[in-house]
């Protein structure tokens, strides 16, 4: 299975910061890594897919970039309603595995 | 808009069984591919398993494999997960999840989340 790796494991930030969040994959991915957004007690929510391209309904200060093993996820002035839990997912061969996490709490 | 809604959850002994449904609306249900996805307490997201638009193909987790069948019933826009031999580690919130259309492998729509607790 393909290991995925975010960093760090949590941040705390104010709101207007921006943050980068990071995932590594254990082996080349290309570009297929999805990022969501979770918040306590419900589901997760589809923010990019495909490394950089904006799911529909999500607004425009959230992005992603990267390929091959190393992704960032970039919040570029983070609002009160971004702050939840964040995961990245690989869709490049099954099992579709995700990291661990990454929890952004309000500093 | 598009809706999933899980059902079938509860406390079960280890060893037992327990059917989970998730029933779609709002999409087109018959051209897309589902999953199950779970998450134990406190803990990350785990894939769990997929199945195909008319469900000739399917894969699982290693985890599940052999205890765990999906379904599903295209004419009742329903996706099934049946669970034997259930075990401790087995206990989580259970969501279906449908894949974007326009990435395989990424989940645009989620239930609600079914609770499984397995305990004596």
């Known amino acids: 299975d393909i290991q995925m790796t975010q960093s760090p494991s949590s941040l705390s930030a104010s709101v207007g910061d921006r943050v980068t969040i990071t995932c590594r994959a254990s082996?080349?991915?290309?570009?297929?890594l999805n990022w969501y957004q979770q918040k306590p007690g419900k589901a997760p929510k589809l923010l990019i897919y495909?490394?950089?391209s904006l799911q529909s309904g999500v607004p425009s200060r959230i992005s992603g970039s990267g390929s091959g093993t190393d992704f960032t996820l970039t919040i570029s002035s983070l609002q009160p309603e971004d702050f939840a839990t964040y995961y990245c997912?690989?869709?490049?061969?099954?099992?579709?595995?995700f990291g661990q996490g990454t929890k952004l709490e309000i500093k | 808009e598009a809706q999933l809604l899980e059902s079938g959850g509860g406390l079960v002994q280890p060893g037992g069984s327990l059917r989970l449904s998730c029933a779609a609306s709002?999409?087109?249900?018959?051209?897309?591919?589902m999953n199950w996805v779970r998450q134990a307490p406190g803990k990350g997201l785990e894939w769990l398993s997929y199945?195909?638009?008319?469900?000739?193909?399917?894969f699982y987790a290693d985890s599940v494999q052999g205890r765990f069948t999906i379904s599903r019933d295209n004419a009742k826009n329903s996706l099934y997960l049946q669970m034997n031999s259930l075990r401790g580690e087995d206990t989580a919130v259970y969501y279906c999840?449908?894949?974007?259309?326009?990435?395989?492998?990424?989940?645009?729509?989620w239930g609600q989340g079914a609770p499984v607790t397995i305990s004596s």
């Open positions: 999840a449908r894949e974007t259309l326009r990435a395989a492998g990424a989940f645009d729509y």
């Open positions: 199945i195909s638009t008319s469900g000739s193909t399917i």
């Open positions: 709002g999409f087109s249900f018959n051209n897309s591919e």
């Open positions: 495909g490394a950089s």
């Open positions: 082996q080349s991915i290309s570009i297929y």
């Open positions: 997912q690989q869709s490049y061969i099954t099992p579709g595995t």
